[in-house]
């Protein structure tokens, strides 16, 4: 086999493996959310929900799944491992954060909050933040669009 032929050896074998891989993804979705009605996290309408069972929680990880996202906004649950923290960031728009499971650090700026279960707090646009986990915990993120520049 010449170089030439080894090398389309070698990027037919990473286009199949990329296939596989993104078939993988797609089954594992499939299988691990069964309350999607599309590959786009968004959950099915017209339907009940328990909202802390929406989303598990994942060792050392921090996961998320989008409950609606519209042009004007979103909702999102969250769950947040022990030790796990999403680093600073400034958000264009306004958010409610609520806790629906343990409790959770929030520092807005530079201002450290400690929500329980059930509280909930709205992070002002542009205003830096920091959410971080102590003890594992679920929040619920609602983010309104609407008012800004965008």
Do not use: W
């Not at 990880?61 to 906004?73: D, H």
């Not at 999403?86 to 958010?95: V, Y």
């Not at 929030?106 to 933040?129: F, S």
């Amino acid at each position: 086999m010449n170089d030439v032929s080894y090398f389309f050896y070698c990027i037919r074998l990473i286009q199949v493996n990329s296939l596989i891989f993104n078939a993988c993804i797609v089954v594992i979705k499939l299988l691990t959310q069964t309350e999607m009605t599309s590959l786009n996290d968004e959950i099915a309408k017209s339907r009940v929900y328990i909202i802390v069972k929406i989303i598990e929680y994942v060792p050392n990880a921090i996961v998320s799944k989008t409950i609606i996202k519209k042009s004007t906004g979103n909702i999102t649950v969250m769950s947040f491992d022990t030790g796990e923290e999403l680093a600073e960031k400034i958000c264009p728009f306004d958010t409610f954060a609520q806790v629906i499971d343990g409790s959770a650090e929030i520092t807005l700026n530079e201002k450290v909050h400690q929500l329980q279960l059930g509280e909930g707090m709205i992070i002002p646009a542009h205003a830096p933040n920091r959410i971080k986990a102590n003890q594992r915990f679920k929040m619920l993120l609602t983010t309104i669009k609407s008012g800004y520049e965008e």
